[in-house]
């Protein structure tokens, strides 16, 4: 397969991501890889690569594209735990200028890049999100749910908040299937938060699985990092492409 850095126009400048995608000619159904909070970095090439293993084209873009081109932290020290806190004073900004609408926006413009490839099968595509980028995955199929069949989120956070906007609040336009796998150590999505998404739902009849990771912290997917939980990672991939499979299958 074959990895390389693209360029997405946007309605606030241009995004860069890296597109990977299996060997052939396709098309091939895509895939939406939406990125934790520590940006586009090797461990998410590795992700991407897995998942065009078989057979989709993953488009991994750099959310955090308005603030420069990645990687725009010192990640080297990443797996350290007392690194976490001062690496996150810089991400956070990032995170905040991410509201509804610029994810909608955005979301729409990665859409549209892939909808012009010759290599993209027509139709729907699925996303896959981790930490912000499952909540902002969530935020995409609610905005654009005509032309997203299937979203994962693991380990997503602040999906359930007290704002009026809060992601969980319009999940009733829905159409898709879901697929939401939550770290059991997360207090940005706690038991209680959990149960309220259900409920929301479970009210706007979405099809969905909700599951918990017994013993998984935040950001257990990331290899690179103090978080990782290889069993649970490995689950991970299980509901992954159980989901795919079933809502997006590749040739």
């Known amino acids: 397969m074959q990895t390389t850095t693209v360029d997405i126009p946007t309605s606030d400048g241009t995004a860069d991501a890296s597109l990977t995608r299996p060997d052939g000619d396709g ?9 934790d909070a520590f940006g586009p970095r090797p461990r998410l090439v590795e992700m991407a690569e897995r998942i065009a293993a078989r057979g989709y084209l993953v488009l991994t873009p750099n959310l955090f594209y308005r603030g420069g081109r990645a990687p725009l932290f010192d990640l080297s020290r990443l797996g350290e735990p007392d690194q976490r806190g ?13 509201t509804a609408d610029v994810i909608s ?7 549209d890049f892939l909808a012009a490839r010759d290599d993209v099968r027509p139709g729907p595509v699925a996303i896959t999100g981790y930490c912000m ?30 704002a009026p906007d809060s992601p969980h609040l319009g999940v009733d336009s ?24 259900e409920k929301a739902l479970d009210a706007a009849g979405v099809r969905y699985r909700s599951e918990v ?30 989901l795919l499979d079933r809502a997006l299958p590749a040739a």
């Open 27 to 35: 098309p091939f159904p895509a895939v939406l890889l939406f990125m």
């Open 213 to 242: 990771y017994e013993g998984a912290h935040h950001g257990f997917t990331m290899a690179d990092t103090a978080a990782y939980d290889e069993r649970a990672t490995e689950r991970h991939w299980v509901a992954l492409f159980d």
């Open 105 to 111: 926006r955005d979301s729409a413009a990665y859409l």
């Open 133 to 162: 980028g499952g909540t902002n995955a969530l935020r995409a199929i609610e905005a654009h749910p005509d032309r997203i069949a299937a979203v994962a989120t693991f380990h997503a956070g602040r999906v359930v908040t007290d």
């Open 174 to 197: 829905i159409t898709g299937e879901l697929y939401l796998g939550h770290a059991d150590q997360d207090q940005s999505m706690t038991p209680e938060q959990i149960a309220t998404l």
């Open 86 to 98: 001062a690496i996150f004073e810089k991400i956070m900004p990032l995170i905040g200028a991410l």
